[in-house]
């Protein structure tokens, strides 16, 4: 089954990115695949300290993958699976396509804001796009829900 990558974060893109994977799936027969990654540097404290962080920021990211795994399931009978990494989300993105041979496509949210560009994310892996065993498709951050709907 291929299965759709999607990234997870706090960006206010990712919301269209996972709409983008969902729907494919559903289309397709594929999965989804959630990937979050939670930065290194947030745990440089104590270790204690930091073991308590670490946990915190994956029950944070728990949460906020069940709001969408629920609209997945209900809406589009698509059941994905979360995957939670620690370390640079580029490189971390990228171990985890080659390491997977069911990943048929990464799905990237692009920012709307036109100053700031798409996001660093995609201008990051927009660089390795050639090299990655798998296409990268970048959703419009502003694309609206009819519209990428209608796309799907």
């Not at 947030?42 to 029950?59: K, P, S, T």
């Not at 390795?128 to 065993?133: I, M, N, Q, R």
Request: glycine content about 8%; proline content about 6%.
């Amino acid at each position: 089954m291929r299965k759709f990558l999607v990234v997870l974060d706090d960006s206010t893109e990712c919301l269209n990115a996972m709409r983008f994977a969902a729907l494919r799936a559903a289309h397709t027969g594929g999965g989804v695949t959630v990937l979050s990654v939670i930065p290194p540097d947030e745990f440089n404290h104590w270790i204690g300290v930091g073991d308590i962080m670490r946990e915190e920021a994956r029950e944070r990211i728990e949460v906020h993958f069940e709001v969408f795994a629920k609209w997945m399931r209900d809406k589009q009978n698509v059941d994905p699976e979360l995957v939670i990494r620690e370390g640079v989300a580029a490189d971390e993105i990228i171990k985890y396509v080659i390491e997977d041979p069911d990943v048929g496509v990464l799905v990237l949210g692009a920012s709307a804001d036109n100053k700031k560009g798409p996001g660093p994310l995609v201008t990051q892996l927009s660089r390795s796009a050639g090299t990655l065993p798998v296409p990268i498709t970048i959703v419009p951050g502003d694309l609206s829900k009819d519209r990428l709907e209608a796309i799907t």
